[in-house]
């Protein structure tokens, strides 16, 4: 069984930063994709930060140049550093697993295997 222990979330400035992190609770395999999501709407997530099984990053143009997402060699931890934060990147983020694949954009809840419980981000204008 996987958990997912996301940290990091909190207030800041339009124009500031903050880093979360996720620890990995159990066993991610090699093959697994990790991420970060947020929550869009209701029933919505979008995916901004991704790491695929091979370490290669990709994201969703609108963090591009922004966020960086970082991984440990062990898949014990996952972070996203994100700089330059507007009001618009205001939401809920979860970290995420999946052993298969793990998409940029938005996407109903059940397209990702794992999810952590999620920390609040808000930025004021």
């Known amino acids: 069984q996987v958990q997912l222990q996301e940290s990091g979330g909190g207030s800041v400035q339009s124009g500031g930063s903050l880093k979360l992190s996720c620890a990995v609770l159990?066993?991610?395999?090699?093959?697994?994709?990790m991420g970060w999501f947020r929550q869009v709407a209701e029933n919505q997530r979008e995916g901004v930060a991704v790491?695929?099984?091979?370490?290669?990053?990709r994201y969703a143009d609108s963090v591009k140049g922004r966020f960086t997402i970082s991984q440990d060699d062990a898949k014990t931890a996952l972070s996203l550093q994100m700089n330059n934060l507007t009001p618009e990147d205001t939401a809920m983020y979860y970290c995420?697993?999946?052993?298969?694949?793990?998409?940029?954009?938005?996407?109903?809840?059940?397209?990702?295997?794992?999810w952590g419980q999620g920390t609040q981000v808000t930025v004021s204008s």
């Open positions: 995420v697993a999946d052993p298969f694949f793990c998409p940029i954009g938005v996407v109903s809840a059940g397209a990702v295997h794992y």
């Open positions: 159990g066993y991610i395999y090699s093959t697994y994709c």
């Open positions: 790491v695929d099984n091979d370490g290669s990053a």
